[in-house]
């Protein structure tokens, strides 16, 4: 059976939906208009988005590759896609409904086009250098949920200073190993902490929560239903309609009351934490 999960198609969400409000006033006063900060290039000659494209080419196929973003981003993205296979599928929210839907319609595509594979979720505006362990880290992630198809694997990051503005985990108990990798249980979550409970979580080894996941298709589809019943709901109707000619005005449709809800992961249960 390890084997045979070992050979399974491998897929990358990539959440660039957001229109970055809480930096906005920075960047417009930095470029002189409003450019939500995916789009931005703060270092090189590559924007955030398209260095993670560049992470995510590096893990699974590139054709292998859903993009989520807004409907006003289409100017962007004709400046930013390279124009070839590479740039895998790209789909526009009419309008956006926070997190869950962000992360849920793509899966919508995923799992009508390969329920059987897993999907790894990397938000488009983290900076990371270097990127060699961490897309290492992801490839060992990919491995584990492959072989326990029932869990998600949430990634962790070791905090460098005490940052209120993030979420955090603590590790739990070892669940197993996977080729030298420790997976442990999720014990607890904290969402932007205040001061004293911050300095409690760093003493207690707790992890900033980047928003890595990694999951069996199937089983993050399950933890929606779970989850955002109401946000599958509306999806699966989409699901029935993928590459028929009613697709885009059935998008159209269940986003006229999609309901603005975030994908809370400490809520859906059974998942250890990296």
């Known amino acids: 059976m390890g084997m045979q999960n070992r050979s399974s198609s491998r897929w990358s969400i990539v959440l660039a939906g957001g229109d970055g409000a809480r930096l906005q006033p920075s960047i417009q006063k930095w470029l002189g208009y409003p450019l939500p900060k995916q789009y931005c290039t703060f270092t090189g000659t590559r924007s955030m988005l ?3 494209w560049g992470r995510a080419n590096r893990i ?3 054709r292998h590759k859903v993009t989520v973003m807004g409907s006003t981003h289409q100017h962007q993205s004709i400046a930013h896609c390279p124009g070839h ?3 895998g599928t790209l789909l526009f929210q009419p309008r956006n409904c926070d997190t869950a839907p962000g992360v849920f319609l793509p899966l919508t595509y995923v799992h009508a086009w390969d329920p ?11 900076f990371i250098f ?5 897309v290492e880290t992801v490839r060992r992630a990919i491995r584990a949920a492959e072989l326990w198809r029932d869990r998600m694997i949430l990634l962790g990051v070791r905090p460098t200073h005490l940052e209120l503005d993030y979420g955090w985990i603590v590790p739990g108990g070892i669940a197993g190993w996977s080729e030298g990798s420790c997976i442990r249980h999720l014990q607890e979550f904290v969402e932007k902490p205040q001061s004293l409970e911050g300095e409690r979580l ?3 080894g707790a992890l900033w929560i980047p928003l890595v996941l990694v999951a069996p298709v199937e089983t993050l589809w399950n933890a929606g239903w779970d989850c955002v019943p109401a946000v599958m709901e509306r999806l699966s109707y989409l699901e029935h309609s993928i590459g028929t000619p009613a697709e885009s005005a059935v998008l159209q449709t269940i986003y006229r009351d ?3 809800t975030t994908f809370l992961v400490r809520s859906c249960s059974r998942l250890p934490g990296d």
């Open 60 to 62: 699974v196929r590139p």
């Open 130 to 134: 270097p990127e060699a362990h961490f």
């Open 50 to 52: 398209q260095h993670t």
């Open 258 to 260: 999609m309901p603005t």
């Open 85 to 87: 296979s590479e740039e």
């Open 202 to 204: 760093m003493n207690q």
């Open 116 to 126: 059987q594979s897993v999907v790894v979720i990397f938000p488009s505006d983290h």
